[in-house]
């Protein structure tokens, strides 16, 4: 089994959040979830606000929130260069669920001068968090 | 020569002085280290980031991208990143002498500033202040760097200017800082890294190349200005604490000097005591 892993790093401007040795990491991409194991052909992409599931050698994972960043697959290397990173137990559920509220009011609103899109990011990072929390219970 | 009580008071003056210049280069000391552990933590990030933005623009060679030509407007902006108080030495004034000395004059440029002092003598100078942040540069975070860049960019995007520029400090080591000014749109990459980048590269985009950069480099710029500042803090407090232990070892020499002085003048006067008792008692006999 040892001969699957691949080393996975995720880097934010803070600090690196995460290094280690993983056999699968799944995360969110703009174009849709994506998996990979070792020996992906070499890709960048960009990530969307989600979870990031790192598998690692004995099926153990671990879970950690990402928003806004890209990720760069090398055969033997994976590295997100994330803006923000979050372990589960980083997170302010109420935060996450007033920030949700304030996003879906700011959209259901609907005034000229919104920034749809920002409006959108931000409910789709808090609903990542909440994700997040709801899973692990 | 000064009487004894205006060197008293001259020495408890430098003395107090002295205390003052101590407590502050012991406080830099302290700043620096946080400040540069920031940095350090910081640098992977931009490593990574900077190879990735060169991957891809060796990938992106004939890519028509705004961010990557010329623009028709002759306006510059430039970030500032400089401190909110002085006495740092040269930390400040080095940073706007690397501005005036460059191409960025006053009549066609804008100024972003995130620190007072760089505010203040610019806009002595003449140069327009866009905007200013001075509370960012006490703490900066990414998410402030996020705001200034978005405002950037978006003046970028709207064709109200056509080059960004960043004036920062260096921090090679705890003695030697070095003002910088880096250009940051049109995106300029060393030609040789990029060279040798393409020749090993095969990497592929999702989604295609042209969308990567829109999204990608935003960020890059963004993370040069967040670099910039978590370096600048950095300096600030090396310069500081350099500038606080001259003047306090300026300080121990000056009292040094007083104190022979002192006792000279001391001496003298009992001296000059002693003398008139003699020739008093001379007078009298």
């Given at each position: 089994?040892?001969?699957?892993?691949?080393?996975v790093e995720i880097i934010t401007p803070d600090r690196i959040f995460y290094h280690g040795?993983a056999?699968?990491i799944e995360f969110n991409?703009?174009?849709?979830?994506?998996?990979?194991?070792?020996?992906?052909?070499?890709?960048?992409?960009?990530?969307?606000p989600g979870i990031v599931t790192v598998t690692l050698?004995?099926?153990e994972t671990k879970q950690a929130v990402v928003h806004?960043g890209?990720?760069?697959?090398?055969?033997?290397?994976?590295?997100l260069?994330a803006e923000i990173a979050e372990w589960p137990d980083e997170i302010d559920l109420d935060r996450a669920r007033k920030a949700e509220?304030?996003?879906?009011?700011?959209?259901?609103?609907?005034?000229?001068?919104?920034?749809?899109?920002?409006?959108?990011?931000?409910?789709?990072k808090s609903l990542a968090r909440q994700d997040i929390l709801a899973g692990k219970r | 020569?000064?009487?004894?009580?205006?060197?008293?008071?001259?020495?408890?003056?430098?003395?107090?002085?002295?205390?003052?210049?101590?407590?502050?280069?012991?406080?830099?000391?302290?700043?620096?280290?946080?400040?540069?552990?920031?940095?350090?933590q910081?640098?992977?990030?931009?490593?990574?980031?900077?190879?990735?933005?060169?991957?891809?623009?060796?990938?992106?060679?004939?890519?028509?991208?705004?961010?990557?030509?010329?623009?028709?407007?002759?306006?510059?902006?430039?970030?500032?990143?400089?401190?909110?108080?002085?006495?740092?030495?040269?930390?400040?004034?080095?940073?706007?002498?690397?501005?005036?000395?460059?191409?960025?004059?006053?009549?066609?440029?804008?100024?972003?500033?995130?620190?007072?002092?760089?505010?203040?003598?610019?806009?002595?100078?003449?140069?327009?202040?866009?905007?200013?942040?001075?509370?960012?540069?006490?703490?900066?975070t990414y998410?402030?760097?996020?705001?200034?860049?978005?405002?950037?960019?978006?003046?970028?995007?709207?064709?109200?200017?056509?080059?960004?520029?960043?004036?920062?400090?260096?921090?090679?080591?705890?003695?030697?800082?070095?003002?910088?000014?880096?250009?940051?749109?049109?995106?300029?990459?060393?030609?040789?890294?990029?060279?040798?980048?393409?020749?090993?590269?095969?990497?592929?985009?999702?989604?295609?190349?042209?969308?990567?950069?829109?999204?990608?480099?935003?960020?890059?710029?963004?993370?040069?200005?967040?670099?910039?500042?978590?370096?600048?803090?950095?300096?600030?407090?090396?310069?500081?604490?350099?500038?606080?232990?001259?003047?306090?070892?300026?300080?121990?020499?000056?009292?040094?000097?007083?104190?022979?002085?002192?006792?000279?003048?001391?001496?003298?006067?009992?001296?000059?005591?002693?003398?008139?008792?003699?020739?008093?008692?001379?007078?009298?006999?």
């Amino acid at each position: 089994m040892a001969d699957n892993l691949f080393t996975v790093e995720i880097i934010t401007p803070d600090r690196i959040f995460y290094h280690g040795e993983a056999s699968m990491i799944e995360f969110n991409t703009t174009e849709g979830e994506i998996g990979v194991l070792k020996d992906h052909i070499p890709l960048t992409t960009v990530l969307a606000p989600g979870i990031v599931t790192v598998t690692l050698e004995g099926g153990e994972t671990k879970q950690a929130v990402v928003h806004a960043g890209f990720a760069e697959i090398l055969g033997e290397k994976v590295t997100l260069l994330a803006e923000i990173a979050e372990w589960p137990d980083e997170i302010d559920l109420d935060r996450a669920r007033k920030a949700e509220d304030r996003a879906r009011e700011r959209l259901a609103k609907h005034e000229a001068s919104l920034d749809v899109a920002r409006a959108e990011l931000a409910l789709k990072k808090s609903l990542a968090r909440q994700d997040i929390l709801a899973g692990k219970r | 020569m000064a009487s004894m009580r205006d060197i008293k008071r001259r020495k408890s003056s430098v003395s107090s002085t002295q205390q003052i210049t101590k407590a502050m280069k012991l406080v830099s000391t302290v700043k620096l280290q946080k400040a540069r552990n920031r940095a350090e933590q910081s640098n992977p990030y931009f490593d990574y980031m900077y190879k990735t933005v060169c991957s891809m623009l060796a990938k992106a060679g004939e890519v028509n991208h705004p961010y990557l030509k010329e623009s028709e407007s002759d306006k510059k902006a430039i970030i500032t990143i400089t401190s909110n108080r002085g006495l740092a030495g040269g930390y400040n004034s080095n940073v706007v002498k690397t501005i005036t000395g460059s191409e960025l004059q006053p009549e066609n440029t804008e100024v972003y500033c995130i620190g007072n002092k760089g505010e203040e003598a610019l806009s002595r100078k003449g140069y327009t202040i866009a905007a200013s942040y001075p509370e960012v540069i006490e703490q900066p975070t990414y998410e402030d760097a996020l705001e200034i860049s978005r405002t950037l960019l978006e003046a970028y995007a709207n064709g109200e200017i056509g080059e960004i520029y960043l004036a920062y400090t260096h921090f090679k080591n705890t003695v030697s800082q070095e003002p910088k000014l880096l250009k940051l749109l049109p995106v300029e990459i060393n030609e040789d890294e990029v060279a040798e980048e393409s020749a090993t590269s095969l990497m592929n985009f999702e989604p295609n190349e042209e969308e990567a950069l829109d999204m990608i480099i935003p960020k890059y710029i963004t993370s040069l200005i967040y670099g910039g500042m978590v370096e600048s803090v950095a300096s600030e407090n090396g310069a500081r604490m350099q500038a606080m232990d001259s003047a306090t070892s300026n300080a121990e020499e000056i009292i040094a000097d007083l104190s022979l002085k002192y006792n000279r003048a001391r001496q003298g006067s009992i001296t000059q005591e002693l003398t008139e008792i003699i020739a008093g008692a001379e007078a009298i006999s």
